[in-house]
């Protein structure tokens, strides 16, 4: 199976009335607000920006969500509807669905750079100043105004919701500092704003919504409906300019009663996620996740044939479809990514304590997924002390089915004819990949399984004990050649 390539990353090009009119990368040198006008600045909500922007993008067809796979057709076709029409937004789904991934790139539709009031706590915009001190200095110095600019990635927050989670985390409380170098008690500059207010003029997103307290959903009402906040009783308005996003698990969000009715109806789109609905896409999201970097290792970067990335990813989906797992919770994307990269070790190690020049994955390797991902995976509580062999099963039946689609009609006759001939081959985790090879030997068609799995035995030995090893578990699940596993090691044709 092909490598599919990652999506390229990309800047949001400037639109007529963006402020991204510097060269890519470089803030705009405007320093006064009457230079910002001079130079044709259009000011925009963010929710205009954002829609801007991504009419621009569907335009050139560029790329609109980097590093988001498997929801083209499902879910960002409604996340774009929920822009374009200007909605804040909550994302259900279970856990490792890529709800926080996906609301991060949001981030990506908004302007390169965006002007702001020097030093305002809460960034607004020099033409429409909205707290007490910004409104004074623009009456007081007008087009001398001293403005800054805040890059795009500057203008998100996020807050993971926990029961501890006070309003004045979320919305402002007051700061007893501030009253005590001699403010009044009254006064709202003596206000500490908190980070929905702190993310004005950007997006801001609360993970787990469910798990504030109903009080702290209350203070959120305003933030969605009105657009302004209140702290303590102030005569405080600020009318906020911002996106509002969540993320929730929707069995907590639609059944359990612990998100109040009022704040699920300020939501303009609700978005289900789900996970990669084909095959494809969870081994691109494999590759594309797996974030171990060998760079200046000793032993160089291992290699992972495509049979085996393959062999995880279906393994990861019969997980989820299991009927002895609670399916409420889910299996997360990062049990395939956790399996992928404990293969990937599992090699390394090899190659350290027997002197392989190049790590390679084995199936010998795949054993130690197992122990490793045991804990991503919530068990219905009849299956209580029965859980590596459950995972043990599927693991083979994930062997298997990679066995079926890749090798099925493969003429492995004379695999079988060595086994007949020769007698038993013993395999292990420390058994060296031209180890392995000189134990079998000479196979007729060993040249024809090693093209049917893409791999070139005479460019890296490795990847033809890979495919060799592939081949005699095939044989022995199909019935077809027997096998007796031993404490570190396996004997096939036993």
Request: glycine share 8%.
């Amino acid at each position: 199976m092909e490598d599919l390539p990652a999506p390229p990353r990309h800047s949001v090009p400037p639109t007529a009335t963006s402020s991204a009119t510097s060269p890519a990368g470089a803030a705009p040198q405007y320093a006064t607000v009457g230079e910002l006008r001079r130079s044709g600045h259009v000011h925009r909500p963010v929710r205009t920006e954002l829609r801007d922007n991504l009419v621009a993008l569907m335009k050139s067809e560029a790329p609109r969500f980097p590093g988001i796979v498997g929801f083209d057709e499902t879910v960002l076709p409604q996340v774009e509807r929920a822009i374009l029409a200007g909605h804040d937004i909550v994302f259900l789904g279970e856990r490792g669905q890529g709800k926080t991934r996906l609301i991060r790139t949001l981030v990506s539709l908004l302007d390169e750079w965006s002007p702001t009031v020097a030093g305002c706590e809460i960034n607004d915009h020099p033409y429409e100043p909205v707290c007490g001190r910004c409104r004074a200095l623009a009456a007081q110095l007008g087009d001398e105004l001293p403005i800054g600019w805040r890059h795009r990635s500057e203008r998100f927050g996020e807050k993971l919701a926990t029961p501890d989670t006070s309003v004045g985390d979320l919305i402002g409380d007051v700061d007893p500092v501030k009253v005590a170098e001699g403010r009044t008690l009254g006064d709202p500059e003596t206000v500490h704003y908190g980070l929905v207010p702190r993310t004005n003029r950007g997006i801001f997103s609360v993970n787990e919504l469910p798990d504030l307290a109903e009080r702290i959903q209350v203070a959120l009402l305003n933030v969605l409906e009105e657009r302004d906040i209140q702290v303590r009783g102030y005569l405080l308005r600020l009318p906020l300019d911002l996106l509002l996003v969540a993320s929730a698990n929707p069995e907590d969000y639609t059944n359990r009663g612990r998100i109040i009715t009022p704040l699920k109806d300020r939501f303009g789109a609700e978005v289900r996620t789900h996970y990669p609905l084909q095959l494809a896409d969870e081994l691109a999201l494999i590759r594309q996740e797996s974030v171990i970097s060998w760079a200046g290792s000793p032993l160089g970067t291992p290699e992972i044939a495509d049979h085996l990335l393959e062999i995880v990813a279906r393994f990861t989906r019969l997980v989820r479809e299991a009927p002895q797992v609670d399916q409420r919770s889910g299996v997360s994307a990062r049990l395939a990514v956790a399996a992928a990269e404990t293969v990937a070790a599992s090699a390394v190690r090899r190659a350290a304590l027997t002197g392989e020049e190049t790590p390679t994955a084995r199936v010998v390797d795949l054993s130690a997924i197992v122990p490793a991902v045991r804990g991503k995976v919530e068990f219905d509580q009849l299956e209580e002390g029965r859980e590596d062999e459950v995972l043990a099963l599927l693991l083979r039946r994930a062997i298997a089915e990679t066995f079926r689609a890749r090798l099925a009609g493969a003429d492995l006759s004379g695999l079988q004819n060595r086994f007949e001939a020769d007698g038993p081959v013993e395999t292990g985790d420390m058994v060296p990949a031209a180890e392995l090879l000189r134990r079998v030997g000479p196979v007729p068609g060993l040249a024809a399984i090693l093209n049917r799995l893409g791999v070139d035995g005479a460019e890296s030995p490795g990847l033809a004990a890979a495919a060799l090893e592939l081949a005699m578990e095939g044989l022995h699940l199909n019935r077809r050649l027997a096998k007796e596993e031993l404490p570190g090691r396996t004997v096939y044709g036993s």
